[in-house]
């Protein structure tokens, strides 16, 4: 017979929690993994990551700008990039950036498919602007 093979993605739990049983530090598996990392990579700006000056999606930087159409294209088009770059078991098929101006909050939503997998999963972020 046909035997598919799916591959197992396993990332560090960055809240450094500890499996109650091994005492070891946790770990995250296939979509919570690549959902851990499309959040970083939103989360983090250009210049954050040592060595790496091009990682991140730049969102934070751009809290204070004006919330203007084009900004929010250039936003979507900067997320969809780093993801794109830095992290290849996601395909992204949708980059949502809702700026809710009277509430000084951002959200970004990428909806995207892991690797090997049909079924689409989202990563939403919401950001604050701190007045």
């Given amino acids: 017979g046909i035997h598919t093979f799916m591959a197992r993605f396993v990332d560090l739990d960055l809240d450094f929690t500890l499996n109650p049983i091994t005492k070891d530090i946790s770990f995250k598996f296939n979509e919570e993994a690549?959902?851990?990392?499309v959040r970083n990579i939103i989360l983090t700006n250009t210049?954050?990551?040592?060595?790496?000056?091009?990682?991140?999606?730049?969102?934070k930087a751009t809290l204070f700008e004006?919330?203007?159409?084009?900004?929010?294209v250039t936003?979507?088009?900067q997320i969809e990039t780093a993801i794109r770059n830095f992290e290849p078991r996601a395909k992204v098929l949708k980059i949502v950036v809702d700026p809710d101006v009277d509430e000084n909050v951002l959200s970004v939503s990428v909806v995207f498919r892991v690797l090997n997998s049909p079924d689409?999963?989202?990563?939403t972020v919401p950001l604050e602007r701190i007045r």
Avoid: D, Q
């Fill in 66 to 72: 004006n919330f203007t159409p084009v900004n929010v």
């Fill in 34 to 37: 690549v959902k851990r990392s």
């Fill in 120 to 123: 689409p999963v989202t990563v």
């Fill in 75 to 77: 936003l979507r088009g």
């Fill in 47 to 59: 210049g954050e990551k040592p060595y790496v000056p091009e990682f991140g999606g730049n969102v």
